[in-house]
């Protein structure tokens, strides 16, 4: 075995992650073995040399266009009728049970700091409910309301999959059917040094990362998630990230859109709050829909503005998508999908010639990742449609600061709050106009402004402005 692995190794000059080998037992040395011999490295040698020993180009193209979208209030009569129509088209699938929920939490979340996978991170302001439960929940609701009982899909990575499928498992699954609930695994990238070669985390083992959210798509054909998915008759997946609890499981609009205008990856966009603010940038290219990260925008494009002084570059991406079977179908046919990679640097612990644990304390190391976003220029039809930032996006990125867990609790209250007031009940607010007390609704019980001003009639609720502690309302 060795003298193959070696042999192999050599030719793309690898072979010093055998240095220990004669160190290791026999079911060490097959781990390494195993892992070895499941890279291509034909394919990984030449992403080594295009991304890792040189800063890759962007390689923007020169003809970039403001991407057209749904606006979030349409003028137009015809289109205030085409999103009646598509409403009701999305309660039509859903009631069908043609949906599911995708949730993808396969990420390190290393800028957030909190050991153990993000969705198991305490979220909720009043309750402090984890990532994970208040999706469970909204989707109990989701099966309450539409009479169905969703599939929902989390993709984990080899790093946190134990660790998620045993938090359901302690947890009873929310009170979710488990059968309901699919974990599929993303595939992963060994990292890889400035000098081109592999890093070992440990003897027996290679330093490796999930392959980013762009792994989706390979992970649910190669995991069976996508062969059930049909066996389902599920046609269409209600794409979101782990860290956006304010994020609706399904839009009804959205869905309705993507289905009526027979597109096959469709996506949300926000209205940017400024040119740099660190959202990819939706643009067109040669006829086809395709996203620029922030970091990438030219800046004389990201500046440009209307005559009315917007931006014209306004429509960033808070990664919501609708994504049709057929179409993930189609791109993973023969098992494979070629998303262009993305280069990040990294600092990551390795094994140094002498068989010792570094840590570095500066970037030594490139991570590959691939974004799922990079499949929408490859889809013949997209929908992209304006959404409320207050509605739908607040992502806990940080512990502090701009897309923190404060700022995401903050604005969990003040939906909540909003929602309250819809529902013709007064909420404590300071001269500031934020409410003077923490508020929490149960998605057991409400998930939008109908279902808040039901409970609230229900249950007699109309003035809360003589509490002085959070409410939780379920
Ligand atoms: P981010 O790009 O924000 O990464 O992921 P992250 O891992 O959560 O956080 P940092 O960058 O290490 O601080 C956006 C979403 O994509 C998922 C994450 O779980 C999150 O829901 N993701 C990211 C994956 O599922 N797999 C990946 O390989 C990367």
Redesign the pocket.
Known sequence: MYQELHDKLSKYGQQHLLKFWNELDSSRQENLAGQLNGIDWENLTAQIKRYVLKQPDAAIPHDLSPAPYFPLHPKESDLTELYKQAIAKGHELLHAGKVAAL??????????GYEG???TYPITPVKHKTLFQYFAESILRLNAKYDQEMNWYI???KLNDLQTKDFFEKNDYFGLNQDKVIFFT?GTMPAIGYDGKLLLAEKDSLAL????????LLALKRSGALGRMRADGIDYISY?????PLVSIVNPLFLGLHAIEKSEMSAIMLAKTGPFEKLGNFCMSGGRLQIIEYSDLPEELAKAKHHDGSLKFIAGSP?IHIISRKFIETLTADGKLNLPWHR?DKKVPFINSAGKLVTPETQNAVKL?SF?FDALPMATKSVVLEADREEEFA?T??KTGVDSVESCQEMLIERDARRLKKGGVKVPRGKDGKPLIAIEISPRVAIDDEDVAAYCRSHGIEDLTSCHEGIYLS
């Open positions: 949730t993808v939490a396969g990420g390190q979340g290393s800028r957030l996978p993000k969705g993709m984990t990575s993303q990362a999930p392959d980013g959210h762009g792994g989706t979101f990230q782990v860290d956006n990664a990040a990742e799922i992502p990125k940080n």
